[in-house]
């Protein structure tokens, strides 16, 4: 399996900005890093994907650290809405999306 | 442009039925992926579907479970004799292309409740 490893859980106040960490220390030249999140009893939501530079989208960051071992998600301001699990995968050239445990965050009003 | 669309939501079958799960992808996507979420744990695929073909299914259970995604129509998961520890949210997702790159889009999920 593509491993990679995140904290079981973490906290943000809401309207402050959230930093979620991911390690994948094991990641091959041609695999992409992919985030999802997946709010209560929905569907995952894909939120963000990058390669080698940090990519924006409308829903958040992605920084990934030069040697590629490790990035993170960024959420500029967390919303009540943002409280999911939030799922950081490597993408290799399997057709599949390997889901870990992911990080729960929890948004604190 | 409709999302990926799955039916039933919820799905309640006794012991031994059949449960039939359905998913439609999104339009223009012709990449098909089944995943299951047991209660409190992280999603696991379990196949990946073309039109008509069968890609990969090493993650699908040898016995009891079969899936399709016929030229015309949804794909379909298909659990025979259901027991109790086929309980869980089945997931479907569509991709429009393959590859590392491209990111699936995830239905709402069916949950299948076994009594």
């Known amino acids: 399996d593509a491993k990679t490893t995140q904290p079981n859980s973490m906290e943000s106040n809401e309207e402050e900005p959230v930093h979620l960490p991911c390690n994948h220390s094991?990641?091959?030249?041609?695999?992409?890093i992919h985030w999802y999140r997946q709010l209560p009893s929905q569907g995952p939501e894909y939120v963000i994907h990058?390669?080698?530079s940090n990519v924006n989208n409308r829903m958040a960051s992605l920084a990934i650290a030069e040697d590629r071992k490790s990035s993170t998600l960024i959420l500029h301001r967390a919303t009540l809405r943002d409280a999911a699990v939030y799922y950081c995968?490597?993408?290799?050239?399997?057709?599949?999306?390997?889901f870990g445990t992911g990080t729960r965050l929890t948004v604190i009003p | 442009n409709a999302g990926v669309m799955q039916n039933p939501r919820h799905l309640v079958r006794r012991r031994g039925q059949e449960a039939r799960l359905r998913c439609s992808p999104m339009k223009g996507h012709s990449h098909v992926y089944w995943y299951r979420q047991l209660p409190e744990e992280g999603l696991k695929f379990m196949v990946y579907?073309?039109?008509?073909?069968?890609?990969?299914e090493s993650g699908m259970p040898k016995e009891r479970f079969s899936a399709e995604f016929p030229k015309e129509g949804p794909s379909i998961l298909r659990i025979q004799q259901v027991v109790r520890g086929d309980s869980a949210a089945y997931f479907c997702a569509s991709s429009p292309v393959l590859g590392t790159g491209y990111e699936q889009y995830f239905g709402p999920g069916t949950r299948l409740t076994v009594t």
């Open positions: 990058g390669l080698t």
């Open positions: 579907l073309q039109k008509e073909n069968i890609i990969d």
């Open positions: 094991t990641i091959s030249g041609t695999d992409y």
């Open positions: 995968i490597r993408k290799t050239g399997a057709n599949n999306l390997f």
